[in-house]
C-alpha cells in the first residue's frame, strides 16, 4: 500500500476512536440554537458539519489544518528555484493532517503522475458537445464520463465491506486529481486554441504540468498556478462546492459523481463563477467608460449604476468572512512582486480602495471587502490567459483537492448518509401559533 495511504489509515484510525469517546462522553451536549430566520436564510451561522481540512474564521480567513495562507507560503515545500507552495503539498496537509517533507510532496507528484492517464472515450465525450458549450458545462461532462473509472462505484456492485469504504475512495480520489489537469487542460486547447493539444510533461510537478498542457511555458505563471491551485482548494465545509460533494457522498455516491455535483454547485455566479464576473465586469466598465484605467471616481459611479441596476458587485462579499479575504492579500502580493505596472492588476487595486466604502454606505451588506474572485482574473489575463468563461475550470481542479481529501475523511469516519429536517411555512404559522409542534416528522 502507498505510503499516504497508510498515513491516512493510521490517522483516521485514531481520529475515528476519538469521535466515538468524544461522542460517548459529550454527545447530548449543546452546541447552539437555530433561530427561525436561520432556516429562511440558507442556514447561515448554523454549525452543522463537521469537516476536518479546514476552518474559517470569519475575520482571520481561511486556515488549513491550524496554517494560514501566509504561513503556508512559508512552510510549504516549493518547486526548485520557485517561491509559491506545491499544491501537492496542501493536499497531503488537509488529507493527512501534518506538514509533508520535501520527499512526501515528491511522492504526490509521482503518485498523480503515474495516475494520470485519461481513457479516449473521455475526449470523445468532450468532443460531442457544441464548442461554444461553456467550459464548466464541459467540466462536469468529462468528469461525469471518467465515472467508468471508480473503483468504489466496481467494487461496491460486488459487495464492498463497510469498513472498506475509505480506501476505494481514497483511490478514486487520487486517480481523479491526477487526470482533472490533463481534462482541463484539454477543454481549454479545445474551445481556444483550435484544437492543438499539449502533451503532459512527466517532469514537472502537478501544477507545472497543468500551466504547459494550457500551453504556458512562462516560469512565472507556472508559479502562479501553484499560488492558485493551493488558495483556491479549500474553504470549510459550508460553502456551496464542498457541501454539494459532501452530501452527494453521504448517499455512497462514488468520488466522481459527487465531484461533478460540487462543479455544478461552483459553476454558480455567487460562487466559483464570481471569477469570471469580475473580469468582465471589469472589461465592461472599460468598454463603457473608453478608458483603460478608470480613476476612483469613475469605479464609484459604476460601481453605483451597477447597484441600480439590481445587480451584484461581483467578488465582494461573502457568507462568512468579515475581512479582505487573506486569498485576495496572497494574489495582491504576487502581482505587488510579478505584475506591479500592469493596468489591469492596478484597476483591481483602485476598485479594492474604490468599492467598499459604496457598499457600506448600503447599510445591509455584512462584508463590503473583496473575495478571492476579486483578484485571480487580472493576473491570468496579465499571462495572456484572458479566455474568461474559463476561469471557474481552474478553481474547480484546485477545489477538487480539498472536497475529496474530505470525502476519504467522510469515508473513513463511516459519517451516515446527511438528511436534515425541513418544514413548511404552513407549519411554521401554526407552531407560532402554539397549535403544532414544529419538530413533528
Ligand atoms: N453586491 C451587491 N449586493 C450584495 C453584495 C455585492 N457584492 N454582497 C451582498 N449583497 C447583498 C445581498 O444580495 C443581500 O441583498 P438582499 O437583502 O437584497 O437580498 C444583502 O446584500 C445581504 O447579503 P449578505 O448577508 O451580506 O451576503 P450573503 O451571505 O447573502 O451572500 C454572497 C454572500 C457572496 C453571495 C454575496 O456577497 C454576493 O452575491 N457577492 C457577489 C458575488 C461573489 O463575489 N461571489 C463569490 C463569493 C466567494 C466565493 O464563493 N467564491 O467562490
Not at 135 to 151: D, G, K, N, R, Y
Not at 230 to 247: C, F
Not at 397 to 415: E, I, T
Request: charged residues 25%; hydrophobic residues 40%.
Amino acid at each position: 500500500m502507498g505510503i499516504i495511504k497508510d498515513r491516512f489509515r493510521a490517522k483516521s484510525e485514531i481520529v475515528s476512536a476519538e469521535i466515538k469517546d468524544l461522542l460517548k462522553e459529550h454527545g447530548s451536549k449543546k452546541i447552539g440554537e437555530v433561530q427561525l430566520s436561520q432556516i429562511y436564510t440558507g442556514m447561515r451561522g448554523i454549525t452543522g458539519l463537521v469537516t476536518e481540512t479546514s476552518l474559517l474564521d470569519a475575520q482571520d480567513g481561511i486556515r488549513f489544518r491550524g496554517y494560514s495562507i501566509p504561513e503556508l507560503r512559508q512552510k510549504l515545500p516549493k518547486a526548485p528555484d520557485g517561491s509559491e507552495p506545491l499544491p501537492e503539498g496542501l493536499f497531503y496537509l488537509m488529507l493527512v493532517g501534518d506538514l509533508p517533507t520535501e520527499e512526501d510532496v515528491q511522492h504526490v507528484t509521482s503518485v498523480w503522475q503515474r495516475r494520470s492517464h485519461v481513457p479516449n472515450h473521455v475526449f470523445a465525450t468532450i468532443e460531442a458537445l457544441p464548442v461554444n458549450t461553456h467550459p464548466m458545462t464541459q467540466f462536469v461532462v468529462a468528469i461525469m464520463a471518467l465515472q467508468t473509472e471508480s473503483q468504489f462505484a466496481k467494487q461496491y456492485a460486488q459487495g464492498l465491506s463497510k469498513k472498506d469504504y475509505w480506501e476505494a475512495v481514497f483511490d478514486d480520489a487520487m486517480d481523479l486529481i491526477a487526470r482533472l489537469p490533463r481534462v482541463a487542460a484539454y477543454i481549454y486547447r479545445r474551445k481556444y486554441k483550435k484544437g492543438e493539444h499539449i502533451q503532459p510533461n512527466g517532469l514537472l510537478d502537478w501544477a507545472g504540468n497543468f500551466a504547459h498542457m494550457l500551453g504556458y511555458e512562462n516560469e512565472e505563471f507556472k508559479e502562479l498556478m501553484r499560488l492558485y491551485m493551493t488558495i483556491h482548494a479549500d474553504h470549510e465545509g459550508g460553502n456551496v462546492s464542498a457541501h454539494a460533494t459532501h452530501l452527494v457522498g453521504s448517499a455512497l455516491s462514488d468520488p466522481y459523481l459527487c465531484l461533478a455535483a460540487g462543479m455544478n454547485g461552483l459553476a454558480g455566479p455567487l460562487h466559483g463563477l464570481a471569477n469570471q464576473e469580475v473580469i468582465k465586469w471589469i472589461f465592461e466598465m472599460r468598454d463603457e467608460l473608453k478608458t483603460e484605467i478608470p480613476t476612483k471616481e469613475q469605479i464609484t459611479e459604476y460601481v453605483k449604476k451597477t447597484l441600480n441596476e439590481g445587480r451584484v458587485v461581483p467578488g465582494y462579499g461573502h457568507a462568512v468572512l468579515r475581512q479582505t479575504d487573506p486569498r485576495f492579500i496572497a494574489q495582491m502580493e504576487f502581482g505587488k512582486r510579478h505584475t506591479p505596472k500592469d493596468p489591469l492588476v492596478q484597476t483591481v487595486w483602485n476598485i479594492y480602495e474604490a468599492v467598499p466604502p459604496v457598499l457600506q454606505s448600503l447599510g445591509k451588506i455584512k462584508n463590503p471587502w473583496p473575495n478571492v474572485d476579486a483578484h485571480s482574473g487580472a493576473l491570468l489575463v496579465h499571462f495572456g490567459l484572458e479566455e474568461y468563461e474559463y476561469y471557474t475550470v481552474l478553481f474547480g481542479v484546485s477545489r477538487a483537492l480539498g472536497v475529496l481529501a474530505s470525502l476519504c475523511w467522510d469515508r473513513a469516519l463511516g459519517y451516515p448518509i446527511e438528511r436534515p429536517k425541513s418544514v413548511t411555512t404552513k407549519l411554521v404559522k401554526r407552531w407560532l401559533k402554539g397549535e403544532d409542534e414544529i419538530w413533528g416528522d
